[in-house]
């Protein structure tokens, strides 16, 4: 089964992640990839179905498209057409707060700057919930607090923990001089995802590199309630 985790805030990230291969996670900026080329990548992995439609209809349309994507996609071989069994678990922040000791025209500036936030984040995470219907994928709701919690990384605001945190759950991922390749953008949604796959691994399977970050961490099984997977 493949966990798909999603921080949906404009400079986040799509993480994949397979049940049964830890190793082959990878995860995608949104600031580098359209949600439209995502959108297609998940359907290639999906089953396919949908992206050989889109092709056709680009194909057909060839001469209208001006602008390429410089940087594809990481997919499945394309001759691999099996429907994968597909969850994604997408991050629900909870409703932005003004400090109630924010008085006068600040005030106002903090409750306009919330709204828009709001506003912003809303749009984003309707349109990850009609990706998942498109695509007939199961989703499941997450606060920052609860996974962040089950992950012994609570930031409080401060990216940097979070990114050390995925980090060293993921210390494969690195590039070309060996140094690790996570960044700001994509730590969330990875640790996400890792927070989907803890609801299905069995902990004598547990990579090591997640064992050393939710070791500090007591009663971690009673955090974690573990799911069957969908058939």
């Not at 691999?80 to 008085?103: A, C, F, H, Y």
């Not at 695509?135 to 609570?154: E, G």
Request: proline share 5%; with cysteine; aromatic share 8%.
């Amino acid at each position: 089964m493949l966990i798909i985790g999603v921080d949906p805030g404009v400079t986040g990230a799509l993480t994949v992640m397979n049940t049964y291969d830890f190793y082959s996670t990878y995860a995608v900026p949104f600031v580098h990839n359209s949600m439209s080329d995502i959108f297609l990548s998940l359907s290639e992995i999906r089953g396919g179905e949908v992206y050989r439609r889109a092709q056709h209809v680009m194909n057909i349309s060839k001469s209208l498209r001006t602008v390429e994507r410089s940087t594809p996609i990481q997919v499945l071989a394309p001759d691999d057409t099996q429907d994968n069994s597909m969850e994604m678990w997408l991050e629900e922040p909870g409703q932005i707060v003004v400090n109630s000791r924010t008085k006068g025209k600040d005030a106002t500036g903090a409750l306009l700057a919330g709204m828009s936030s709001s506003r912003k984040l809303g749009r984003s995470i309707g349109f990850w919930e009609g990706i998942a219907v498109a695509l007939n994928i199961s989703i499941t709701y997450v606060p920052p607090k609860k996974w962040q919690s089950a992950l012994n990384c609570r930031s409080k605001g401060d990216k940097n923990i979070t990114k050390n945190a995925a980090i060293k759950a993921f210390p494969f991922l690195t590039n070309a001089r060996k140094e690790s390749s996570i960044t700001h953008d994509v730590a969330d949604s990875l640790l996400i995802a890792l927070y989907g796959y803890m609801q299905y691994a069995e902990p004598r399977y547990t990579p090591h590199c997640v064992k050393s970050l939710l070791k500090p961490t007591k009663g971690i099984a009673k955090k974690l309630v573990r799911r069957k997977p969908i058939r």
